[in-house]
Every structure is written in structure tokens, then in C-alpha cells.
């Protein structure tokens, strides 16, 4: 599905820039995906292309965690949005240990990780179910994306 989504964005004639920050702004793709289309298929330098994920990625957070309980209680009366919720939150509860021992550094750590659903998007539904305060989440999930930025950079540029 992420190769999918990724050929429709590069077969769009928007700036590449533009392109690497839309697909790093995807829920499902996020960063992970937009930093090896960006070196691989747009030709940017790992530093650009490191820049614009990251900034990519965490436009939508910030919004995202304030807004998030508003969005979801809006969303949770209808019947498709609140088995999606729903699940996605009991998915985020599968992490308690981790987040409840180290809190806003376990929040870190889980973004960090670049594996699937690990991403910033998920880190705001954590933050929002285990009550993490805002300035606390938002600096956690600006590093842990960072993190992951630099894991992705070395294995797109070096492997």
C-alpha cells in the first residue's frame, strides 16, 4: 500500500519539495517513506531530504495534539470513525508499559523506532490516551522523529 501511495505522489507535477513534505505529512507513510523517495527517486542530498521529512512530519503534530480530544470526540459518533478510533486506541494501549514507565522518554523512544505505526501520528494518539501534557509530547515526538530520520538516512544512503 506505501508503494502505492508513494507512485501517485511522485507521478503528481508538483516541486519535488513540496512532494517529500505532502508524503512525509501521511499517516501511514510518514517519515519512513518520505526520506528514501525523497534521496532515491528526487536525487536530494540526505541533508535536504532529512530536512524536509522532518519538517513534513511534524506539521501536522502540533495541531494534531491540541486539537486531537475536540477531533476525536466529533469523530466518535459516527459509527466508521468510531471502530477506526477505537482500535487505534487500543493499539496505542498496547504500548502502556513502556510510556507509563518512562513517560514523555518512552514517547521518544516508540518514535524513534522506524517501524510500522511507530510513527509521530500514533505518538499524538499515545500522548492523548495516556495524558502526557502537550509540552511535554510535542519535544518528545520532534526528537524521536528525529531519531528515526537519522536511522532512515543511514540505511537509504549507506545499505
Known amino acids: ?5 508513494i507512485e501517485a505522489f511522485v507521478k503528481v507535477s508538483l516541486p519535488k519539495e513540496v512532494l517529500t513534505l505532502l508524503i512525509s505529512m501521511l499517516p501511514v507513510v510518514e517519515l519512513r517513506g518520505a526520506l528514501p523517495v525523497a534521496i532515491t527517486f528526487f536525487g536530494f542530498s540526505w541533508p535536504k ?4 521529512s522532518v ?6 503534530v502540533l495541531p494534531f495534539i ?3 480530544h475536540k477531533f476525536s470526540d466529533f469523530l466518535m459518533k459516527f459509527s466508521f470513525f468510531k471502530k477506526v478510533l477505537t482500535w487505534w486506541f487500543k493499539r496505542a494501549e498496547k ?16 518514535v524513534a523506532i522506524p517501524l510500522p505505526v511507530t510513527g509521530a501520528w500514533t505518538a499524538c494518539v499515545i500522548a492523548y490516551v495516556f495524558g502526557i501534557k502537550k509540552r511535554y509530547a510535542f519535544p518528545a515526538i520532534l526528537v524521536g522523529v528525529m531519531i528515526a530520520g537519522a536511522v532512515v538516512s543511514f540505511i537509504t544512503v549507506v545499505v
Open 66 to 68: 491540541l486539537f486531537l
Open 1 to 5: 500500500m506505501k508503494e502505492q501511495i
Open 95 to 110: 504500548h502502556e508499559a513502556l510510556i507509563q514507565r518512562f513517560e514523555a522518554i518512552g514517547l521518544t523512544l516508540f
Open 49 to 52: 531530504a532529512y530536512f524536509l
Open 55 to 60: 519538517l513534513g512530519n511534524m506539521l501536522p
